[in-house]
C-alpha cells in the first residue's frame, strides 16, 4: 500500500527543506525523505552570503536562521600559491555556519510544520505518476521535487539531466592547528583552489577549526593531503570528504509532476559561495509556484516553474561563469596575481558575489 502526500520531496538540503516548509505552511500534506541520518556532514564551504538575510525575512525565518552557532567574515583574502595578492572588507551579515548545523534546524522546521520527515531512508526509484519507491515501501505524490544533489536520482531516472565527465573534484577537511581568525582566504594554485574559514568556537588568534574546501583537477593527479602540507603544514586534518561532479549541464528544471531544485537542476561554482542561496532561492520557488498553482493543468504549472528557475538565475551568474572558466585553466590561475595591477577591477567582479548583489 502506497503512502499519499500532495508532494514527496527527496533531498532534505537546502533547497528540499525550504520547499516541504513551505508547502507544509500553505496546507500541503508533504513527505521529506533523505539517505543520510540527520545531522550529517556535508561536502560544503559553510559560506552564507548575505544575500540570503532577504530570503530569510520574507520567509519568517530570520530570528532563527541568526541563532544558529556562526563565525562573522570580515575580510576577503585572494591568494597565488599562497601569497596573497588582493583583499576586500567582507560585506556585514557574511557568515560561516556548519551545514551539519544549518540543515538540521531547517529539516527540524519542516517537521514542526506537519512535514513527514524520513531521514536514513534510500530511494530507489521515481516514477512519472510520482511514485516513488524507498526501502521501506511506496510513497505517492501528487508532485515530487527532487532535491538530492548534483547526482540526482530523481534527475537521472526522468530523463532531465545530461550526465558528461567531470574532471575535477571536490574535497571538504576540517582542519585543527591554524589559527582561528575572520578571514576568507581564497587561494588559487596550479592543480585547483581552495576556500578557507574559521568555524565558530575558537577565539581570534587561538587554534581552532577550521572548514577547508578544495577544488582538484584529477589530472593533476595529486591527493588533496599534499595540498594542505604545502600550504597549510602545521594544520592537522580531522576529516575529508569529497564530491563529484563539481561542474555539470544544467538540467531541465521540471516534467510533468517531477520537478528538480538546488543542485540537482543547476550547480554553481563553489568558488563563489552562491550555492546555499540559490539552492535555498529555488526551493522556494518551486514551492511559491505549486502553492499558487495547485490544481492546475500538470504541464502547465511545470512550465510556469520552468520559466522561474530561468528568470532566477538570469544575468545572477555571469561573474560566477566568468570564474568557473578561468578556474578550469591551470595556465590562467598563475596569472591571477597580475590582477592585482587592477585592484577595481577585481573589486567589480567581486562586488556582485560576495556583497549580495
Partial sequence: ??????????????????AALLLARGGRRVTLIDKARFPRPKVCGDCFNPRIWELMERNSLAPGFGALPYREIDQIEFQSEGRAFYGQAAPKGFRVIERSAFDSWLAELAAEAGVEFLDGLGVHAVRPDGTVETERGDYQGTYVIGADGR???????????????????????????????????????????YGLVGLEG???????????????????????EAVIRRFLPDAVIEDLRSIA???????????????????AARVVEP???????????????AARILLNHWGQRVEAVAERYRSGHRTLYRGELGVNRLLRSILRHPALRRHAPRL??????????????????
Fill in 271 to 285: 568558488f563563489t559561495g552562491e550555492g546555499i542561496y540559490f539552492s535555498l532561492a529555488s526551493g522556494e520557488l
Fill in 202 to 224: 575558537a577565539g581570534e588568534g587561538e587554534d581552532g577549526r577550521a572548514n577547508l574546501s578544495m577544488v582538484l583537477d584529477a589530472r593533476a593527479r595529486i591527493k588533496p
Fill in 245 to 263: 561532479p563539481i561542474s555539470r549541464p544544467d538540467a531541465l528544471p521540471a516534467v510533468g509532476r517531477r520537478w528538480l531544485a538546488g543542485d
Fill in 340 to 357: 592585482e595591477r587592477w585592484p577595481e577591477l577585481i573589486r567589480r567582479l567581486t562586488a556582485g558575489v560576495f556583497a549580495g548583489h
Fill in 151 to 193: 547526482n540526482s536520482l530523481v534527475a537521472q531516472q526522468a530523463g532531465l539531466i545530461d550526465r558528461k565527465p567531470c574532471r575535477r573534484i571536490g574535497w571538504q577537511a576540517t582542519l585543527r592547528g591554524i589559527p582561528a581568525d575572520t578571514f576568507l582566504r581564497l587561494n588559487l594554485f596550479p592543480e585547483g583552489y
Fill in 1 to 18: 500500500m502506497k503512502e499519499r502526500s500532495d508532494v514527496v520531496v527527496v533531498g532534505a538540503g537546502p533547497a528540499g527543506a525550504l
